[in-house]
């Protein structure tokens, strides 16, 4: 954070009042997301040893990665918190809507990394070009500009991207005290079930085969 505030701040000087918040609702959700679904990309391949000798259910290695990513996350969004209180920020009557925000992008980061999960022991280059589009994402998520100043033809096209519009709404329920767009949880909320689904059933079906390509 201290990194990308002094590179945006003095170096590109896009910094200002009230920039280290807007900066870290959008590094703090993000960052969940990004050590979510790079971690499960590497799931099976770090756990090769113990699936190819043990018949366990795939989804639990997922599960438990995912699980571990979620606590971190906690930790981080707790120090989040009383950053805003020390800085003056106070928490309001709307933050009770941050417990839908947060199972909508749980099943989010839950859905997309159980594909990923899945996909990675069967091409090996995947793993690559989830990096890269994870870094491509990062850029375009307003984690350092707000979209919603942008005109609106390239806000429709940025906000195609659901973490960005998971971070809009959380920076407007932080910041603002703003409740969050229902049709942009129930967008986001969708998107990560439909990948969801699709990533346990696919897993199921190709449960004993992933032990064998991951080796």
């Known amino acids: 954070m201290l990194v990308f505030y002094f590179v945006f701040s003095y170096g590109f000087r896009l910094g200002g009042p009230g920039f280290v918040p807007f900066l870290l609702c959008g590094l703090v959700p993000w960052k969940w997301f990004q050590g979510s679904v790079q971690a499960a990309a590497s799931t ?65 980061i839950a859905g997309l990394s159980s594909v990923v999960a899945l996909v990675t022991p069967f091409v090996q280059e995947f793993k690559l070009l989830v990096d890269n589009g994870l870094m491509m994402l990062f850029f375009m998520s307003g ?27 959380f920076r407007g329920l932080v910041l603002e005290g703003q409740i969050p767009s229902w049709s942009d949880m129930a967008i986001i909320a969708a998107v990560g079930l439909v990948t969801l689904v699709i990533g346990l059933t696919l897993t199921t079906k190709f449960d004993r085969t992933i032990a064998k390509v991951a080796l």
Do not use: C, H
Not at 152 to 169: C, F, G, S, T, Y
């Open 44 to 108: 099976f391949r770090a756990n090769v040893g113990m699936i190819s000798q043990v018949d366990i259910p795939k989804q639990i290695l997922v599960a438990t990665t995912l699980l571990v990513a979620f606590l971190k996350f906690l930790v981080v969004l707790g120090l989040f918190i009383a950053y805003l209180l020390i800085t003056d920020i106070s928490i309001s009557s709307t933050w009770f809507y941050l417990l839908p925000m947060l199972i909508s992008l749980f099943l989010l």
């Open 143 to 169: 984690i350092f500009f707000d979209i919603t100043e942008r005109d609106p033809a390239m806000q429709d096209l940025l906000l195609l991207n659901p973490v960005a519009r998971w971070i809009v709404n």
